[in-house]
């Protein structure tokens, strides 16, 4: 079974721009989560997603956002960005929103922002 | 308020010993508890979880942990460690209650720097 995959890998954009990572979990599995990881910060969540409906958020400005697909496929913008936003985004995947599943992370997406 | 702490930013360990990373944590109610794994450049990797029962838990690599409610600790052991289990490792927890709009996320700790040296 192929793991969760993001898109793309990695990113540089500029201060002020605004960026969509995409995310694909793994077949079957119907939550998506996605996570900030900086080397200050450590691994910060940012929300949560469950057939198209987001259950929960993380503490973020309102300048990050996210989507949720009939696929399970799901997306997160970051509008008008700032240096601070530089970081390795994390998607993870689960079977379902029970809090006992595991959830399995892709590779990441390294965003630069200059 | 959740919290996972790991007290120890760097673990040394020579090739063959035992190795113990720690792991403390805080969360009302029952805990749900995981370990992961990162290598350089990549994303997590599931080990092990306790949700209920048996104290001890085995994941794969070899890796195990115990759980002791009483010090609110959940410690990954491995017995004889390998020089290809460096890596960094991330305790995590979750409030072990029936998702109900309530806070289902992760709460990871900072991360121990497992170097297992030949």
């Known amino acids: 079974k192929a793991g969760v995959t993001q898109t793309p890998r990695y990113l540089i954009k500029t201060r002020g721009q605004q960026v969509t990572l995409s995310c694909s979990p793994i077949?079957?599995?119907?939550?998506v989560s996605w996570y900030q990881q900086t080397p200050g910060q450590g691994l910060q969540f940012l929300f949560e997603y469950f057939s198209e409906t987001q259950r929960n958020k993380g503490n973020f400005p309102g300048r990050f956002s996210g989507r949720q697909f009939s696929n399970s496929r799901s997306e997160m913008n970051v509008s008008t960005l700032e240096l601070g936003d530089s970081a390795l985004y994390l998607c993870a995947s689960s079977f379902a929103a029970d809090l006992s599943y595991e959830q399995y992370f892709g590779p990441g997406t390294r965003l630069t922002v200059t | 308020a959740q919290s996972v702490a790991q007290p120890e930013d760097q673990v040394n360990v020579a090739e063959g010993n035992p190795l113990t990373v720690k792991c403390t944590y805080s969360?009302?109610?029952?805990?749900?508890l995981f370990w992961y794994v990162q290598y350089p450049n990549r994303g997590l990797q599931f080990l092990l979880k306790y949700i209920t029962g048996d104290n001890l838990v085995k994941g794969s690599y070899g890796f195990e942990a115990e759980f002791n409610k009483s010090q609110t600790s959940f410690h990954l052991k491995k017995p004889s460690a390998l020089v290809s289990d460096s890596a960094l490792y991330f305790c995590?927890?979750?409030?072990?209650?029936?998702?109900?709009?309530?806070?289902?996320?992760?709460?990871f700790g900072k991360g121990t720097k497992l170097s297992v040296k030949p």
């Open positions: 995590a927890v979750r409030r072990g209650l029936n998702y109900g709009g309530s806070q289902g996320n992760l709460i």
């Open positions: 969360v009302s109610g029952n805990p749900y």
């Open positions: 077949s079957g599995h119907r939550s």
